[in-house]
T-cell receptor, first 112, second 108 residues
């Protein structure tokens, strides 16, 4: 069954801790993306990667880091430098951009 | 600076009637547009897309219209069903710049 998975669904962390959100896809997509959704706002692009070992900053990359060591995986680390980390995080993948993006179920991160 | 705008945060429509969701964009270089549907606490699901070489694309009850001169696109859902109640996002271009979404509620 092809798809894109994110884990965990809910994540709680103390302020000042780094946390890594997982994103895996078995769709053989080249491109992967991380978005953040806040109440009343659209999806804002954090980072994206169009090929293994390469990634680009999106509109709100500050306080985040990513890696793309494998085609299937694009983990996002929310660092302690991110001022407002509590949000709903969505991972997506697509074939060659601007192909249709397919989204994972999301991870809700709450920083206490 | 919002490059993709959905100026109506919410829309309420009676079952069976037409729902029209609007989206405006500012960058004339955008050449590919998509609509996504999203339920709470879930990832968006792709609904329909349109390339700038077309002005209309239809898929069942869903039709997207593109007016390039006005930099405007709209999603028509007809007939609307209660299961269509969700937040709808329009998105543009290769990095998929999203609008802020319109919450559609279809009531019986």
């Amino acid at each position: 069954d092809g798809g894109i998975t994110q884990s965990p669904k809910y994540l709680f962390r103390k302020e000042g801790q780094n946390v890594t959100l997982s994103c895996e896809q078995n769709l053989n997509h080249d491109a992967m993306y991380w978005y953040r959704q806040d109440p009343g706002q659209g999806l804002r692009l954090i980072y994206y990667s169009q090929i293994v070992n390469d990634f680009q900053k999106g509109d709100i990359a500050e306080g985040y880091s990513v890696s793309r060591e494998k085609k299937e995986s694009f983990p996002l680390t929310v660092t302690s430098a991110q001022k407002n980390p509590t949000a709903f995080y969505l991972c997506a993948s697509s074939a060659i951009p601007p192909g249709t993006q397919y989204f994972g179920p999301g991870t809700r991160l709450t920083v206490l | 600076d919002q490059q993709v705008k959905q100026n109506s945060p919410s829309l309420s429509v009676q079952e069976g009637r037409i729902s029209i969701l609007n989206c405006d964009y500012t960058n004339s270089m955008f050449d590919y547009f998509l609509w996504y549907k999203k339920y709470p606490a879930e990832g968006p699901t792709f609904l329909i897309s349109i390339s700038s070489i077309k002005d209309k694309n239809e898929d069942g009850r869903f039709t997207v219209f593109l007016n390039k001169s006005a930099k405007h696109l709209s999603l028509h859902i007809v007939p609307s069903q209660p299961g269509d109640s969700a937040v709808y996002f329009c998105a543009a271009s290769s990095k998929l710049i999203f609008g802020t979404g319109t919450r559609l509620q279809v009531f019986p």
